[in-house]
């Protein structure tokens, strides 16, 4: 099993479209690196799910359940690529961008090595950290 961060902005399509959609084909994406990425993905890889640009933090876990196929938004050219996500649970917390980059184990991470990319594999002891610290219940 692989490990994989998705971004998006939370104003295009944010997690609550996503829980109420259901199922989510991620296509659009136009950056080689990117696409390779979802290339790379296979039935059953773990996903975080991030939200970019405004309060930038991983808010919930999806699950690839379609490995790429030809990106519907652009039928005419073959470089291009979606995949299929569903959502899994919603995180208790956000993890914020401003706790990942303060988390010494996640200084290396790809998120913060390579801010523009928006999708990028993970490490699973990154992955299982950023669970972590999202399932811990806030303070009130």
């Known amino acids: 099993m692989n490990y994989w961060l998705v971004k998006s902005e939370p104003e295009t399509y944010g997690w609550d479209n996503f829980i109420i959609q ?15 990425n979802l290339k790379a993905m296979q039935l059953g890889d773990q996903v975080l799910f991030y939200h970019s640009v405004t309060k930038p933090g991983v808010v919930g876990l999806a699950t690839v359940v379609r490995e790429h196929y030809p990106d519907p938004t652009i039928p005419d050219d073959a470089r291009w690529v979606a995949i299929e996500l569903e959502p899994v649970m919603a995180l208790n917390r956000p993890v914020t961008l401003a706790q990942i980059k303060a988390e010494p184990l996640l200084a ?24 972590h610290l999202g399932q811990q219940h806030s303070v009130v």
Request: proline content about 3%; aromatic content about 8%.
């Open 22 to 36: 259901g199922r989510a084909v991620w296509d659009g994406v136009r950056n080689y690196q990117a696409r390779n």
């Open 108 to 131: 290396n991470i790809s998120l913060i090595k390579q801010s523009r990319l928006s999708v990028m594999p993970i490490r699973v002891d990154e992955f299982e950290l950023i669970l």
